[in-house]
């Protein structure tokens, strides 16, 4: 009889610990957030490759200046700047005007922002 319950209790323990190996952190969604893209992510592409132009007063025949978040905010709702950005080099309206187009990584990142909800910080 002994020997019936010392076995009953292995087979419980054994059934008891073998029966999942799942623990606490795996039941939690552990996706980390997302990183979004805010202004201060796509200043330095605007100053390196904008503001030749685009400063206050705009020269060389840009329209409007983006030297601080609201002027590129409106660019990018109002005056298709991604969309002159992202045409090709020769193109109509193409930016930056008679340079070459910026480097796709870079135009990926000022779509991120506008996706992103255009962050300011």
């Known amino acids: 009889m ?10 419980s323990t054994i ?3 073998s029966c999942t190996n799942s623990s606490e952190s795996d039941l939690i969604d552990v996706q980390p957030n997302p ?6 992510d796509i200043k330095t592409i605007i100053n390196n490759n904008c503001i030749n132009c685009h400063q206050s007063p705009p020269v060389n025949g840009a329209n409007t200046p983006l030297l601080i978040y609201e002027n590129v905010k409106n660019g990018v709702l109002n005056n298709n700047l991604i ?11 193409a930016m930056p005007f008679g340079g070459p187009r910026l480097p796709q ?4 990142q000022i779509i991120k ?9």
């Not at 990183?35 to 201060?40: A, E, G, K, N, S």
């Not at 506008?114 to 910080?121: I, S």
């Open 2 to 11: 002994m020997m019936k319950k010392y076995l009953y209790l292995i087979i």
């Open 15 to 17: 059934i008891t610990f």
């Open 35 to 40: 990183v979004l893209t805010t202004y201060d």
């Open 83 to 93: 969309g002159r950005i992202s045409a090709q080099a020769g193109n109509t309206g």
């Open 105 to 108: 990584n870079l135009i990926d």
């Open 113 to 121: 922002w506008e996706a992103d909800g255009l962050l300011e910080n």
